[in-house]
């Protein structure tokens, strides 16, 4: 069965890449590596606002992004924790998404910028989120 055409320009695309396979590369290269990938996807949509926090966490604080759609609030929100194992990922490799979920969801996506591994061993990663998650229902009222 042949893939959906909207896959196949994916997996086209990023085979032109020509990229290190994620399997034989160190913590370090992944992350590049999904950078790169990712940045050929764009370009992205463009929302009403965004904005950037500093949400304090145990030991320090992380980034949280705001994505607002357009009209009048106030508007539901969604949590986002951005995919790659807990070693890869972060606010750029996900930008696009969080963009696209806040313009056809019509609601505030907030995208949390947890610390990764193995530099922060777990529990970390998931303490960061909740900890995210709180300012976020904290805040909410914002």
């Not at 009403?48 to 604080?61: F, L, Q």
């Not at 009048?72 to 996900?94: K, M, N, R, S």
Request: charged content about 20%; proline content about 8%; glycine content about 10%.
């Amino acid at each position: 069965m042949p893939l959906d055409p909207q896959a196949q320009a994916l997996v086209d695309a990023m085979a032109k890449l020509n990229l290190k396979p994620i399997e034989d590369s160190t913590p370090e290269e992944a992350r590049e590596s999904m950078r790169s990938r990712t940045a050929g996807l764009g370009p992205f949509a463009d929302v009403a606002a965004v904005t950037e926090h500093r949400v304090p966490v145990a030991g320090g604080e992380i980034p949280v992004r705001l994505y607002f759609p357009g009209g009048a609030g106030p508007h539901p929100a969604l949590v986002f924790y951005h995919g790659g194992g807990w070693v890869i990922g972060d606010l750029y490799t996900h930008d696009g998404m969080c963009r696209s979920l806040t313009n056809a969801a019509s609601c505030v996506v907030a995208s949390v910028d947890y610390r990764l591994a193995p530099e922060s061993r777990y529990p970390v990663a998931a303490e960061d989120s909740y900890a995210a998650l709180g300012w976020i229902v904290a805040n909410a009222a914002r």
